[in-house]
């Protein structure tokens, strides 16, 4: 059994627990909003624990200890215990709700980062011998028989031709040909949540059909979205609110209605200069053809024509830091 195919599988089982967690919230009295983190608390940090010991160590020969990815992974797995820990020691059920639900979002951000960036790192650094290994290595902790997954039969033709997207990115799909949300309807229990959530934020997932991914993200004013990147081109919407992104080319000022595009592998971070909601959309990489440049050095990060963003303040020498 291969060691990604593993923890795959353990989000998919996770996922499903968030569904049922983001819908119960809402309703569930302080005594169970808690007892809930603290199944939840078990469950991530068993989890979180594997990842790290397993694979996360094998890549660090590859990428080093001190590598931004996982040192972004590993960061993130501490900030989900602190959230978790906020909603166990929240005094009323609004404050559990936020962090839990914030908790929940950050959870669902950091099983996308892992499968666009890590996994894909992963699978291209360690050989299938050593990911075959640690996956008995993971069973053997689980205490489940060891398997030969269907991706590990196939992987070669399936590498040579979906690139870097994973066996369950693409067979894991919605069971409806067409959806419909109403954008209002799902951003405002969101903001709800990120007001009182600890960490500002709150995340709920819409689609993850094939290689396309549809988030619905609430920001708390003077929230932060830390530096990051993704293997795949994605476009932010902003529904509510303003919000400043920052790339190396500058920042750009982001309000109601604009849309910005961010080219694949383009590192960027934010930040809410008021309560805001977006809309994010990433496409996981298509094949790459013969002549085409490598992912992110495109450098592209557009805005639509009609509205351009409001500029940030001059540099010293008088020039615009987007110029």
């Known amino acids: ?6 923890l795959l599988g353990e989000h998919g089982a996770l996922s499903a627990q968030f569904d049922y967690l983001e819908a119960a919230a809402p309703q569930l009295p302080l005594s169970a909003l808690k007892a809930q983190a603290d199944l939840l608390a078990a469950a991530l940090q068993s989890h979180a624990r594997l990842e790290d010991e397993l694979l996360f160590t094998a890549l660090e020969p590859a990428l080093g200890a ?8 590993r960061l993130m797995h501490e900030e989900i215990d602190r959230g978790l820990e906020a909603c166990r020691a929240a005094v ?3 404050e559990a709700q936020g962090d839990l639900l914030g908790v929940l979002g950050l959870a669902r951000q950091h099983f996308l980062g892992e499968e666009q960036t890590l996994f894909p790192m992963a699978r291209e650094r360690i050989s299938r011998e050593t990911r075959e290994a640690l996956g008995a290595e993971w069973a053997a902790r689980r205490s489940v028989a060891p398997t030969v997954t269907r991706a590990a039969a196939v992987e070669d033709a399936e590498t040579s031709s979906d690139g870097n997207v994973s066996h369950y990115l693409r067979t894991h799909r919605l069971h409806a040909e067409t959806l419909r949300f109403a954008l209002g309807t799902e951003g405002r229990p969101l903001q709800a949540a990120a007001a009182a959530a600890a960490a500002g934020r709150a995340a709920k997932t819409l689609v993850k059909e094939g290689p396309l991914r549809v988030t619905v993200v609430a920001l708390r004013k003077g929230a932060v979205l830390a530096e990051h990147h993704i293997t ?3 476009s932010i919407h902003i529904l509510s609110g303003r919000l400043t992104v920052s790339t190396r080319r500058g920042n750009l000022v982001l309000a109601a209605e604009d849309l910005m595009a961010v080219d694949a592998g383009v590192a960027h971070a934010a930040e809410a200069l008021e309560d805001c909601t977006l809309l994010i959309t990433v496409a996981m990489p ?6 085409d440049p ?3 050095q495109g450098g ?4 639509p024509v009609g509205r351009q963003p409001v500029p940030a303040a001059p540099e010293p020498n008088g020039r615009s830091a987007t110029g």
């Open 1 to 6: 059994m291969d060691i990604i195919e593993a």
């Open 66 to 73: 001190g590598s931004p990815a996982l040192l972004g992974m």
């Open 92 to 94: 009323d059920e609004t």
């Open 232 to 234: 795949g081109p994605a």
């Open 286 to 291: 298509s094949p790459r053809r013969d002549g």
């Open 294 to 296: 490598p992912a992110g």
């Open 300 to 303: 592209r990060c557009d805005v």
